[in-house]
């Protein structure tokens, strides 16, 4: 499967941005699906996931409540839906695609890896 994620930009705290992971070669449906991003200096880290089956979707403590997940299956397509923005979730911003199964917040599992769009929040 192949992974573009786009929707990145800059905008003031408290505002919102949709990111989108549009997904070819094969359904998203099969994979655990998830978003990641990565600040300077730090280490990569799991924001919100999507589960294979069933669609259940996964949160990072630190954006419960403000940022949320979904999926198109009709459109091959996940989503990243974020509000009330601050500062510290500046990064790039990965969609990732990982094995049907138990779901990780582990980026290990996940092979395959849109290119990231960077995501700025001005104070």
């Known amino acids: 499967v192949q992974l573009q994620a786009s929707g990145g930009g800059l905008v003031q705290a408290g505002g919102s941005l949709r990111l989108s992971c549009a997904a070819s070669g094969r359904p998203i449906r099969n994979y655990n699906m998830a978003w990641f991003r990565q600040a300077p200096g730090k280490e990569r880290e799991f924001v919100a996931g999507?589960?294979?089956?069933?669609?259940?979707?996964y949160s990072d403590d630190s954006v419960r409540g403000r940022i949320t997940t979904s999926r198109d299956t009709s459109k091959n397509t996940m989503y990243l839906q974020m509000t009330y923005l601050k500062p510290e979730d500046t990064a790039v911003y990965y969609c990732?695609?990982?094995?049907?199964?138990?779901?990780?917040?582990?980026?290990?599992?996940?092979?395959?890896w849109g290119q990231g769009t960077q995501v700025t929040v001005s104070s």
């Open positions: 999507i589960r294979w089956s069933g669609g259940s979707t």
């Open positions: 990732a695609a990982g094995p049907a199964g138990p779901y990780s917040r582990d980026s290990a599992p996940y092979a395959y």
